[in-house]
């Protein structure tokens, strides 16, 4: 049964005697433009299944380049693991040639990839994750000692450097955090309303909503939010000046790049995360007074009167704490992917989307371990 293949380069003649190993015979020109065509029939008499093994004459061949060559090794590889046998015959001299130039020997079978041991691939996880562990503590050990002692510095850091990074990282952010906390306060208290309205306690709708937005949500959702937003924004600064070779200029310069491009984030996160944590609040039970006021026959006055004495000061200031965490979590989980940056503009991406996949999954473990707490306090 003869074929002609992709073209005129190349010629496929399968000889089957029974009994017999099946052969497939090549002739013409086995390059990149006729190797695809070969590889698929073999591949595809292999998951057929051939007991009595399958050998190839290639005395035929005129030319073969690396892709043929390359397509036997492949085929060998596929034809030892279905435990077939497939052997190359009657090579000609264009193919013994080819495989000398590549150094291969189509007589020996090619090698297993054999993986390291499972004690080894798991040992070299720990210690990769031991490293980053050390790393991410010098991160935050340096961080802190750098802002508690730069004020009293000459050169602290750039002048403006903090009200700047408070612009970006708070001041533009404001809008989407009051948005966001209006909409979810407005959906909770409309949620909530929908049970307690059945008992006659509509009122209540201002307790829960005023604890639960102090307490729990308004940190989160703001937290969420920044590191959506500033978490990345840090990352990728921090990444692209790794890759541009700025942050190895900085070190040439004599200035310490922790000093001069997180201290100031850390001043800016630390006083406007909880000032984004009070618009957060004040707007989401903001969103349960419009439906309390339409919806549930509550003034305004009772609602607001309602809620101030739901809270007490172990509330406001829980909140605020847990904000100030949220940040520094935020900041040293984009600064720390953005140092640990390798490659281009790939790797800038990379650690972007992990900083801010990290930043959230360490603030929720952040906030379950201060609900636990609170909880035992």
């Keep these: 049964m003869a074929s002609d293949a992709a073209g005129s380069n190349i010629v496929l ?26 590889h698929r029939t073999l591949v595809e008499r292999l998951r057929r299944g051939a007991a009595a093994g399958i050998a190839v004459d290639l005395s035929g061949v005129k030319r073969i380049d690396a892709s043929g060559v390359a397509l036997f ?13 497939l052997r190359l015959s009657s090579l000609s001299a264009a193919a013994r040639e080819a495989f000398e130039v590549f150094r291969w020997d189509p007589a020996q079978q090619p090698p297993e990839r054999i993986g390291e041991p ?3 691939q798991r ?15 010098v991160l935050c050990a340096d961080t802190f000692v750098w802002a508690v002692t730069a004020p009293f510095q000459k050169r602290p850091y750039r002048k403006g450097a903090a009200l700047e990074q408070s612009v970006l ?7 989407i955090v009051a948005l966001i906390s209006f909409i979810v306060g407005l959906t909770m208290a409309l949620l909530s309303a929908t049970q307690l309205r059945t008992f006659g306690a509509n009122i209540y709708v201002a307790d829960m909503l005023a604890l639960a937005m102090t307490r729990e949500l308004a940190p989160l959702l703001t937290a969420i939010l920044v590191a959506g937003r ?18 190895d200029a900085l070190k040439t310069l004599g200035l310490e790049p922790v000093r001069f491009l997180v201290v100031p984030k850390f001043y800016a996160i630390t006083l406007t995360q909880p000032l984004l944590t009070v618009i957060s609040a004040l707007f989401g039970i903001a969103g349960g ?16 009167q309602q809620a101030a004495r739901a ?32 490659g281009g503009a790939e790797g800038v991406g990379r650690v972007t989307t992990s900083a801010v996949v990290q930043a959230i999954f360490g603030v929720i473990v952040a906030d379950a371990i201060f609900s636990l707490i609170f909880w035992y306090g």
């Design 73 to 85: 090794a492949d085929v060998l590889r596929r034809a030892r693991s279905r435990g077939v046998s």
């Design 118 to 120: 499972y004690l080894v």
């Design 169 to 175: 990282l708070g001041s533009n952010a404001a809008g």
């Design 289 to 304: 007074l419009v439906i309390g006021t339409l919806m549930l026959n509550l003034s305004p006055e009772a609602f607001v």
């Design 123 to 137: 040992g070299e996880s720990v210690l990769g994750g031991l490293a980053a562990a050390r790393d991410l503590l």
């Design 13 to 38: 003649d399968w000889r089957e005697e029974p009994g017999a190993a099946e052969e497939l015979v090549v002739s013409g020109r086995l390059d990149r433009h006729s190797a695809r065509e070969v």
């Design 311 to 342: 809270l007490v000061l172990k509330d406001l200031l829980s909140g605020l704490l847990k904000s100030v965490v949220f940040g520094w979590i935020i900041l040293v989980v984009g600064a720390f992917n953005g140092f640990r940056v390798t």
């Design 230 to 247: 500033s978490g990345s924004a840090v990352a990728a600064e921090v990444a692209t000046m790794k890759v541009t070779e700025e942050v």
